[in-house]
């Protein structure tokens, strides 16, 4: 079960060196995933208020760290609201978002088109 926030250290990560360890973006990029255009998102949510209003607030927004893609972002609005964004271009097809998030608010389908990513050397 995950913990409030709250009762938490946060973890202090060492920036990635761009040899042995690499950002999130350019993981994603060497993934080769591939979404077809005008496709329908494969990512909703339930409820849209969840993530501001429950998971920001008690668990400081897990959606944003426990996807290894980036995929979940949370952002200011020009009216300097918090917002979830979704970059649903960036996802692996790992499921993790559907397994971890506390609330399971986060809905994952197939997407269409059989995109997805493809590792040319394994």
């Known amino acids: 079960m995950l913990k409030p926030a709250s009762q938490c250290t946060p973890i202090e990560y060492p920036k990635p060196d761009g040899k ?15 979404h077809e255009e005008n496709q329908p998102t494969h990512l909703t949510l339930k409820d849209a208020s969840i993530p501001i209003k429950l998971n920001l607030q008690t668990y400081a927004g897990p959606e944003a760290r426990f996807c290894p893609a980036g995929v979940y972002e949370f952002i200011k609005t020009g009216e300097g609201e918090d917002r979830l964004q979704i ?4 996802c ?25 990513p493809n590792y040319p050397n394994l």
């Open 20 to 34: 042995l360890t690499f950002d999130r973006l350019s993981s994603v990029f060497i993934s080769n995933t591939n």
């Open 87 to 90: 970059n649903a271009q960036n």
């Open 92 to 116: 692996l097809h790992c499921k993790t978002c559907d397994i971890k998030d506390p609330t399971q608010n986060i809905v994952w389908v197939t997407p269409e088109g059989g995109g997805g």
